[in-house]
């Protein structure tokens, strides 16, 4: 009779190992989907890509024009231009003509700020 009940008792035990084990196993196949999803929304978010040339245009803009103690020369708008073209986005290209073609100061204050609304909004591509 011992050896009967040590015998069922075994024969319990594997049972319930065999069952840990599958619990095991699907835990597992749950964590590896879980943690691939979480990387494939890590990697949109951080791929997510931002418009550098409009960032470059931006970066380019400030330097050149905003924090320059004189008035941007003949190369520095045609580096200008072209990077406005580059952006290839028609509203900015629009806001930069209005921009450089204000005749009074209120006016390009006002498109100057359209124009950096604008850009900054084509950077985070909203």
Avoid: G, R
């Amino acid at each position: 009779m011992n050896k009967a009940v040590y015998i069922i008792i075994i024969i319990i035990l594997i049972i319930f190992n065999a069952f840990l084990i599958y619990q095991n196993k699907i835990l597992e196949a749950k964590i590896d989907s879980i943690a691939q999803d979480i990387t494939t929304k890590a990697t949109f978010q951080v791929k997510k890509p931002l418009n550098f040339k409009a960032a470059e245009f931006l970066n380019l803009f400030v330097k050149k024009v905003l924090l320059a103690k004189e008035a941007p020369d003949f190369k520095t708008k045609l580096e200008l231009n072209q990077a406005v073209y580059d952006i290839q986005d028609n509203a900015i290209l629009e806001q930069w003509y209005k921009f450089i073609n204000s005749t009074s100061e209120e006016e390009t204050t006002m498109n100057l700020k359209i124009l950096l609304e604008l850009l900054s909004d084509k950077i985070l591509n909203k």
